[in-house]
């Protein structure tokens, strides 16, 4: 008598043991429900400026529809190195130290593909973005948190840093401002971090998608603090500051041996970012800037107002100096991370994303976005007050 087989599945180990996103898999009790207010999704709620969406137009009414070089177009890359000596105080060669990617999501995968060699331990702050440990996890890394507590305002201990390396660190990853507690270094902290990273040879891959959403003080990167250019991956994007997250360009800028280094998995992966989006950042990086400084008004505007709200209704919130992110103590409520979303959601109306969806260490926690329009923030905090007070 035949026997059937064991069923085995065919999916990689390493992928199978990686659990959907947090933002993702809550986000799909949303769609459908009526009447919800959602300050969940980390998407501005301005329309690109139309300069920006008025190039992509002129570029495809030029037929301009073709492949780019696979580091993206020239033109592009020198608007990069522009924008980016401009603003961050760094210089890098735009022929062969810039990256046009799909993305920060896949300048951060090609980061981590190029470095890390199976066993590498990677070192990432928390709470925190919810692609880091899936990334390192599918790039054969071992991911190491190091926990930030709301009392420092979530800002990375260096000391704790140091602590969690070891024989076999390979990198840092490090996100300031950062999704979602809006936490950011000063300068001090940036060289405490930078003096550790050359003490132990190390590679920091520094993600700085919010820093020009820096409302206190001026924002510093790693990047530039002498000794870290040519150990610092720096990964930027137009996505967040110049409404243009569906144009999916990020960028990476690095010496040349990373680069190329990225260059060689991107290029059998994504072959180029689509051109009309490199044609849009263009414009946005060269003339788009103004546009930048009256949203980021707008945010800083909104910020106070939900930060003071949430405090009101007894739900302890730190000033987050950077992003378009607040993450309020939901512990006063008696109420876990999830089941505190889920009630708020079921009951009020609102959607906001448990603070556990951002590693172990946001349980207690919720990250509620402010780049909703200011009067769905006050009705949303007025559903918020009217279901903290039901207990």
């Known amino acids: 008598m035949d026997t059937a087989p064991t069923s085995v599945s065919p999916v990689a180990r390493h992928v199978a043991d990686i659990p959907r996103s947090g933002i993702r898999d809550f986000f799909e009790l949303v769609q459908g429900t009526p009447d919800i207010i959602s300050l969940g999704v980390g998407e501005p709620d301005f329309v690109t400026p139309w300069r920006i969406r008025e ?13 780019t070089s696979n580091l993206g177009l020239m033109k592009l890359r020198q ?51 919810v692609s880091y440990a899936p990334s390192i996890v599918m790039a054969h890394g071992v991911p190491v948190v190091v926990a930030c507590k709301a009392e420092d305002g979530f800002v990375l201990d260096p000391e704790a840093f140091e602590r969690a390396i070891t024989s076999k660190t390979k990198a840092l990853v490090l996100n300031f401002p950062t999704n979602p507690t809006g936490g950011t270094l000063s300068l001090e902290q940036v060289q405490r971090i930078a003096s550790i990273a050359i003490k132990h040879d190390l590679v920091v891959i520094s993600d700085e998608i919010y820093s020009e959403l820096t409302y206190e003080g001026r924002h510093v990167s790693i990047a530039a603090v002498p000794g870290m250019r040519e150990r ?20 990476a800028c690095a010496p040349e ?13 994504m072959l180029c970012a689509g051109i009309t989006s490199q044609e849009a950042a263009i414009e946005a990086l060269d003339h ?35 992003s378009f992110y607040v993450f309020p103590s939901i512990e006063s409520t008696g109420l876990n991370s999830k089941d505190f979303a889920l009630r708020l959601l079921q009951e009020a109306k609102v959607a906001c994303v448990p603070g556990t969806a951002f590693g172990a260490c946001g349980e207690g926690f919720l990250r509620c976005c402010f780049a ?13 007050a009217k279901f903290v007070s039901k207990g």
């Open 232 to 251: 610092t991956i720096f990964l930027h994007g137009v996505s967040k500051a110049f409404a243009m997250t569906g144009f999916r360009i990020g960028y």
């Open 79 to 129: 608007s990069i190195h522009r924008y980016v000596e401009t603003h961050f105080d760094v210089a890098y060669n735009p022929s062969s130290e810039v990256l046009v990617t799909v993305g920060v999501s896949e300048a951060l995968d090609l980061a981590l593909r190029a470095l890390v060699d199976p066993g590498d331990e990677i070192i990432f702050h928390a709470p925190c973005y």
């Open 257 to 269: 041996n990373l680069i190329e280094a990225m260059l060689r998995v991107h290029q059998y992966s």
């Open 288 to 322: 788009g800037f103004d546009e930048v400084i009256g949203m980021r008004d707008h945010y800083l505007a909104r910020r106070n107002y939900i930060v003071k709200a949430l405090n009101e209704m007894g739900l302890h919130c730190h000033l987050p100096r950077g």
């Open 372 to 384: 909703a329009s200011l009067p769905q923030i006050e009705t949303a905090v007025e559903r918020m």
């Open 55 to 67: 190039a992509a137009i002129y570029s495809l009414e030029r037929g301009r529809t073709s492949y």
